[in-house]
Structure formats: C-alpha cells, structure tokens
C-alpha cells in the first residue's frame, strides 16, 4: 500500500513541477503561414507600456453575422488574446450593440452619433439573402479617455470577402494605432504653412480634425521672414512637420531659404502642389470652358536640388471619377455622372506602407512629376493609369469633352508619378549660391530627412456646403468614399513615425474562405456522405462483427 502512495505522490509532485514551470515560461507558438497572430516589435513595444487596465468593447457581437465576418470576429478575438498575452492589463468583451430591440433605432442613433457609422450586409443562406446592420467598431478607454478604432477597412468594388481581408490585414495597426495614442498622447508638433495662397482653414478641416488626435497643430505664416528671418527659422525648427496645402503665390528667396535650412536642420514637410492653376468651379459658367495656365510658385530649383521636377501639364486618363453636370435643356435636364478626363482615380498595387491596402485616390487637375538622379532614395507612391495622356498648357479646358468618345490611341504617355518620396541627407538648394540673408548655423549638407511631394493641391481638399466642411474624399454625388484622407493621414504618420508602427500596414495576411456557391450546389451530396457513409460503415461492421462472433462459437 505505501508503495502505491509513494507512486502516486510521486505524480502528483511531477504534476505540480511542471505546472510550476509552464507557469514560469509560458510561450506561444505561431504556426500560420503567414505569422498573422506574431505581433511586430512596435506593436509589443506599446503594448508593453501599459501601465493600467486597458478596456477595450468590441461591436462585433450578434446573430445573423455572415460566415465573413464571423472570420473577423474570431480574428479580432485572437489578436487581443495575443495583447493579454504580453499584457495582462488588457481586458476585452464582445457586445451586440441591437441585442435590445425595442430600443433599436434609439441605440443606432446613439452610436451613430458617437461617429460608429453603422454597416448594412448582405446574408445569403439555402440560397436567400436578407439585410443584417453591424457596427464594426470597437472603444478603447485608458486612464479615463476612449478612442473609438475601426475594425472594417473598407475599399470601393470589393466584394464582402475581399472587405474582411482587408480588415484583417489592418487589424493589428487599427489596435497598435488606437492603443498608441492612449498610452502616448500627443507629442509632434504639425505647422500649417500660411502667407502664399495656400487653401483657407474650412477647406483643411476635415483633415486637419483628424491629424489633432495624433499631434498638436498650428498656422504658421512666413510673412515675418522679410523682417525676421532668422527668428522666423528658428521658431519653425520647432516644428516636426510642415504641410504646404495648395499654394498659389509665388515664395520669395527668403522665405524658400528659411524653408530650405529646416530641412536641412531635419524637418520633414508634405507638399501639396499645383503647376497649372486650374479649377472645376471656373468651368460651370454660360460657356462651359475655362482657361488652364501654368503657375510659377517659384519652387523649381528648391525641388530640382532635392531630385524632382513638377511640370505645368494636365494628366488625362479615361481612369478617372465621374463630373456630374446637368444634361439636357430646360424642365427636362437632368443630373448625370459622367468620366472626367482630369479628375484621375488611382489604384495603387504598390505596398509600401503609406499606400498599402488604401482605397482608391482621387485626384483634380493634377501633374507629372519626374524624379531626378542624386543621392536621395525616391519612391513613386501614387501614379496615373497606363492609358495617360499629357496636355500642355495654356490649355482651353472644355466640359464639353465628356460627350466625345475618348480614343485610346492618345492616351499613350503610360503611368505618370503624382507622388513621390524622398528619404536621405538632403543638400542645400543654396549651396554656393548667393543667399538672401546671412545664417551664422548654415547647413550645406542636412541631416537625415524625409519629404513627400505630391503634384495636386486638390488632394488635401474637403468639399464645404452650406459652410459646413464635409468628409475628405466623399463625393455627395455618388456617395463614394475615396481613400484621399487615409493617404496623407498615412503619409504624416509615416513621416513622423519613430517607432516603426506605420511599417505593419505592409504585413500581408492570406484568408481562406469557404465558395457559398459550391456549398449550394452540393450541400445536399455532402448532407448525404456524412450521413449514410457512417451508417455503412457501422452496418459493415456490425456485419463483420456478427460473422466472425458465429463462426466463432459454431465451432
């Protein structure tokens, strides 16, 4: 007996060692092809400093969900098991926000108004389809603030699959990027450049709504350069970034010396340039047309040393979002979308981050830009269709041009860059020029930087009605939604990011999904395999069974 005691108090303490040491080096293994749940270092860097309980409510919760976004249910589910992983002060819980249906339309207004747009669905089922709404946010709160992350990454054209693929690919990001901004707060500094025509405030303001939850934002004007140059630089070095939304007054040598040396001093900048003034507003007048004249900003060299060029011509490509205009005479006109030639829609496969998974990019009146040969790393982020033309300009721009059927012969100038990236140690646009006005601290050669040129002004620009500032990228006609706004949000972040978190936007993930349509078509064969093929195999054996048991005891 003792020795049967002695045995089993030996595996009971065998037990409690290795539990003992399972707790102590606790490990998980990823072992998907694709190392979707392995999170990248700047995600376990913010994930690590949280100090407190993080609780996060995810809206994904409920019946009627498609297969497909049950998939990103589950996949959100595993991603914040991965953060508790590394960090027990993460807590999370799955709401169905309609659960209550008699306060339906109450709670969808509620969330609606907290800025979780709701998303209608279509279920189909044995061959039917219904309409089911969900809401695919989440709310994260920290210390007593919440932000709310999007966990649908929407894109025009996709199918429900290609949606939930796209989710999930930009699901650690949307986490790491709501997580982030708990934890870090606010730190860079953003100067909105003022003084030489750029675009007024309400043209700006939904981007710039958006950019004051990453960083604090200012106007700066360049107007005291003539009088204080030098305070004037110094004063900008405070900034980490500056945007240039637009302008359409020409720089002074001055004030392009001051912006030359921040940016040899490290300052980052995002430029949104016109070569050719031109706008559409010009163009609804009794005759439809307008004229389109190349702008002198005086910019050319400043970019030329820095290794690209803008030239004063209009893209065209049949590529391109639709106009609408009033077609028809009198009573019986009517509103129509028709393709505009100048208004190019691009739809990058490129994966760098900043462009990675984004949706489709309007574009107005813009640009070619080519790139020169320096020391500066470039990368073409955002181009023209292959089918592109180049008009010249002046050019008298007609709005007639849409009644004329495109020929595709013209379009023959292949994909144009419209937006490039420039990453190095810049050189002076002055170097052994003479300057304006003298710096003690002048810099020939600049530190490590990094600049995005982008050949339209129009880009950054939101629609206003009624003197109120709309969505950047919604086109109220259509009721589209381009990508403009996630593209420069994308493209300052990237800019500013020290920590690596914009780089997970180019982790690729694969989603395999079941085929709806075989699974209609043979449900019934496989509703059969499953169940006559166990009852033969049970009959056979019983069969077996039954022989072998007779033959065994007729003998």
């Known amino acids: 007996m003792s020795k049967h005691l002695k045995h089993i108090l030996l595996i009971v303490i065998g037990i409690l060692v290795l539990n003992g040491i399972g707790n102590t080096f606790y490990k998980r293994f990823d072992l998907t092809q694709d190392q979707r749940y392995t999170l990248s270092e700047a995600t376990k860097h913010i994930v690590a400093d949280v100090e407190s309980p993080v609780i996060i409510d995810i809206f994904l919760e409920g019946e009627g969900f498609p297969s497909e976004f049950r998939r990103l249910q589950s996949e959100t589910k595993q991603l914040l098991e991965e953060f508790y992983a590394q960090n027990s002060n993460f807590h999370f819980n799955f709401i169905n926000p309609l659960e209550d249906e008699t306060n339906r339309d109450q709670i969808i207004q509620q969330l609606n108004n907290r800025g979780l747009t709701p998303m209608q669905l279509t279920v189909q089922e044995n061959g039917k389809s219904s309409q089911e709404i969900i809401f695919p946010w989440a709310l994260a709160s920290y210390n007593g603030v919440t932000v ?46 003022k003084g030489n025509g750029e675009l007024e405030d309400q043209y700006l303001a939904d981007f710039l709504t958006t950019l004051k939850d990453y960083y604090y934002i200012a106007p700066f004007t360049l107007d005291s350069v003539a009088t204080q140059p030098k305070n004037t630089l110094n004063t900008l070095k405070d900034y980490d970034l500056i945007i240039a939304a637009k302008p359409t007054e020409a720089f002074s040598e001055a004030e392009k010396l001051v912006l030359d040396q921040y940016t040899m001093n490290g300052g980052k900048s ?154 190095g140690e810049f050189t002076s646009a002055y170097k052994n020029r003479v300057k304006p006005f003298t710096l003690e601290a002048n810099k020939d050669e600049g530190l490590t930087t990094k600049m995005i040129v982008i050949a339209d002004g129009d880009l950054i620009k939101n629609d206003v009605i009624k003197n109120i500032p709309q969505e950047l990228g919604f086109d109220r006609w259509t009721g589209q939604l381009f990508g403009n706004k996630e593209f420069l949000l994308n493209s300052v972040n990237y800019l500013l990011d020290d920590n690596g978190l914009i780089n997970i936007r180019s982790k690729e993930i694969t989603v395999p999904f079941l085929d709806h349509e075989k699974i209609s078509e043979s449900k019934l064969s496989w509703q059969l395999l499953n169940t006559l093929v166990p009852l033969g195999l049970l009959g056979v054996f019983g069969f077996i069974f039954n022989y072998l048991r007779k033959k065994k005891y007729s003998a």
């Open 148 to 193: 709310k992350i999007p966990l649908v990454k929407n894109k025009l054209g996709a199918s429900q699959q290609e949606l939930v693929t796209n989710s999930v690919q930009h699901l650690e990001y949307a986490f790491a990027d709501g997580i982030g901004k708990l934890v870090y707060g606010k730190t860079k500094k953003i100067a909105i450049l």
């Open 270 to 423: 995002l430029w949104l340039i016109d070569a050719v003034a031109m706008e559409k507003d010009s163009l609804y007048n009794e005759s439809g047309r307008a004229i389109a004249l190349p702008i002198d900003l005086n910019l050319t060299d400043l970019f030329f040393k820095y290794g690209v060029r803008i030239n004063p011509y209009l893209v065209a490509t049949p590529y391109s979002a639709p106009i609408t205009l009033a077609m028809g005479e009198g009573s019986d006109s009517q509103f129509q979308n028709v393709r505009w030639p100048y208004s190019p829609l691009v739809n990058t496969t490129n994966t760098h981050p900043i462009v990675n998974n984004v949706n489709l990019i309007k574009f107005d009146f813009s640009n070619p830009i080519d790139t020169l040969k320096n020391n500066l790393k470039k990368t073409i982020l955002l181009e023209s269709a292959k089918l592109t033309k180049l008009e010249g300009t002046p050019k008298e721009i007609r709005l007639d041009v849409v009644t004329k059927e495109p020929n595709p012969q013209e379009f023959n100038k292949g994909s144009q860059p419209l937006a490039v990236l420039i990453e």
